[in-house]
Structure formats: C-alpha cells, structure tokens
C-alpha cells in the first residue's frame, strides 16, 4: 500500500492487517510501527549475502539474537509465545531437545526461519476432521515449531526451501517431519499443499 513516500497501513481487530503491530501503540508510536512493519515485510538485516545459517539455541550469542529478532516477527503477527527459543529459556532443555534455528538470508537480510527441536511425542493429524493424537514412541523425530517468512517474500518457496533444508540436515524424509499445531491461517495451506492432504505428523511445541 505505497502512496508516494506515504505509507498507509490497515488496522483490524486492534492491530495492523500485516504485521500484527498493536493499532494502540502504533497510534502513540508510528515511528516504531512503521520501523517494525519494515523489518516484517524485508527481513532483518543479516551478516551473510545469503545462504542458511543454523544456529543451536545455547549457542552462539550474537547469532541467537538474530533468531530471537526474527521470532519476535511471527509472534506479533500471530501472537505465539516463544519461550521455545527465547533468552529466558533453560539452556539445559533446548540442549535435551536440541533446539536449532535455521535462519535463511537472501539479499543481505534473513527472509526466513525456522525452529526445529527433537521430540518423541507425535502422532497424525486428520486434515478433514482436524483432528490429533498424539503417543510416546521410543524414537526422536525433528519437529518444526515454527516456520516464517518476511511478508514480502512470501509464495516464493522460501518455507518449502527451508523444509528442504531441515529435512537435509536431519535426514529424514517428509514424513518423518513433525509439525507443531495448531496449524496457523497461513500454516494449514501451506503444509496441505506441502503434503498434498497425505497423512502429516503433529506434536506440540
Ligand atoms: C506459512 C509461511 C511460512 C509460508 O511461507 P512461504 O515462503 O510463503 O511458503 P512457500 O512459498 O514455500 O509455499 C510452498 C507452497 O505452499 C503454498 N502456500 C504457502 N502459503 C500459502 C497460503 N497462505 N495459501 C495457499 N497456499 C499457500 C505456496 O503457494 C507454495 O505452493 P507451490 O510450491 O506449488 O508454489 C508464511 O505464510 C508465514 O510466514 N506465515 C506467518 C507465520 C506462520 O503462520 N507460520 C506457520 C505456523 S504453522
Ligand atoms: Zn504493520
């Protein structure tokens, strides 16, 4: 929505149609709206031109903080909680689970992410019924929490790029993935499509 230099942004339901910024705060602090809005729609400024990084959770200081700025996005668009992957968070459980970021750059800026962590609860998921169960099993398998992509690079195969990459670096196949659910607006198209309505593994976050 550019008019000239202008930009015009939508409020809904008390918070910007795009990026999720509360209407409220935006109408006190436009500058920093508009300052987020930027950053959800092109990404956050990355130190590689491109490529995937994966950064662990008890890693890395500096690189975690790129995650946690590119969480910070999908939590005001949806509204998650992310303790998941959070700096308050226990290092000693992302380090049972495993808790691994994978942040993919393009053009200078990460344009994508993703949570990963290794769980042994899941189960199917019924796309007609909406339905889940879930059960122990001996083995681990890789579970998505979350997966992004800034708002102006979206329909462009830069989740489908990520999946490939995870299921790469875990090597598994399709459906051997764990998704986290509730599946979000956007996430339940995009993983029928993934998945072509085919039985899917859930689990929890
Ligand atoms: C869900 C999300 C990660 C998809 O990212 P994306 O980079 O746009 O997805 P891709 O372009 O790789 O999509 C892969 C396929 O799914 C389809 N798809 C993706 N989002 C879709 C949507 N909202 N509606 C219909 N189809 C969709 C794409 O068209 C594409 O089909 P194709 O491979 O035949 O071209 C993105 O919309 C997003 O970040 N949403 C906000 C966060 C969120 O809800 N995450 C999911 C939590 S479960
Ligand atoms: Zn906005």
């Given at each position: 929505?550019?008019?000239?230099?202008?930009?015009?942004?939508?409020?809904?339901?008390?918070?910007?149609v795009?990026?999720?910024?509360?209407?409220?705060?935006?109408?006190?602090?436009?500058?920093?709206?508009?300052?987020?809005?930027?950053?959800?729609?092109?990404?956050?400024?990355?130190?590689?031109?491109?490529?995937?990084?994966?950064?662990?959770?008890?890693?890395?200081?500096?690189?975690?903080?790129?995650?946690?700025?590119?969480?910070?996005?999908?939590?005001?668009?949806?509204?998650?909680?992310?303790?998941?992957?959070?700096?308050?968070?226990?290092?000693d459980?992302?380090?049972?689970y495993?808790?691994?970021?994978?942040?993919?750059?393009?053009?200078?800026?990460f344009?994508?992410?993703?949570?990963?962590?290794?769980?042994?609860?899941?189960?199917?998921?019924?796309?007609?019924?909406?339905?889940?169960?879930?059960?122990?099993?001996?083995?681990?398998?890789?579970?998505?929490?979350?997966?992004?992509t800034?708002?102006?690079?979206?329909?462009?195969?830069?989740?489908?790029?990520?999946?490939?990459?995870?299921?790469?670096h875990?090597?598994?196949?399709?459906?051997?993935?764990?998704?986290?659910?509730?599946?979000?607006?956007?996430?339940?198209?995009?993983?029928?499509?993934?998945?072509?309505?085919?039985?899917?593994?859930?689990?929890?976050v």
């Amino acid at each position: 929505m550019l008019q000239g230099k202008q930009v015009l942004y939508k409020y809904e339901h008390g918070s910007c149609v795009e990026c999720g910024f509360s209407a409220n705060q935006a109408e006190y602090e436009p500058r920093m709206h508009r300052r987020f809005h930027e950053i959800w729609r092109l990404g956050v400024k990355a130190p590689i031109e491109s490529g995937t990084i994966l950064v662990p959770a008890w890693g890395n200081s500096r690189l975690v903080k790129y995650v946690y700025n590119m969480a910070r996005l999908a939590q005001e668009e949806n509204g998650y909680d992310f303790s998941s992957f959070s700096p308050r968070s226990d290092r000693d459980g992302w380090k049972r689970y495993k808790t691994m970021a994978f942040l993919k750059a393009m053009g200078g800026r990460f344009v994508g992410y993703a949570v990963v962590r290794m769980t042994s609860t899941f189960g199917n998921y019924n796309w007609q019924e909406g339905k889940v169960s879930y059960e122990e099993h001996n083995q681990r398998l890789p579970l998505v929490g979350m997966i992004f992509t800034c708002g102006s690079k979206r329909r462009k195969r830069i989740a489908r790029s990520m999946v490939t990459d995870i299921l790469n670096h875990y090597r598994v196949g399709l459906q051997d993935l764990v998704w986290a659910v509730p599946f979000s607006e956007d996430g339940n198209p995009f993983l029928k499509r993934l998945y072509n309505e085919e039985t899917i593994k859930v689990g929890y976050v």
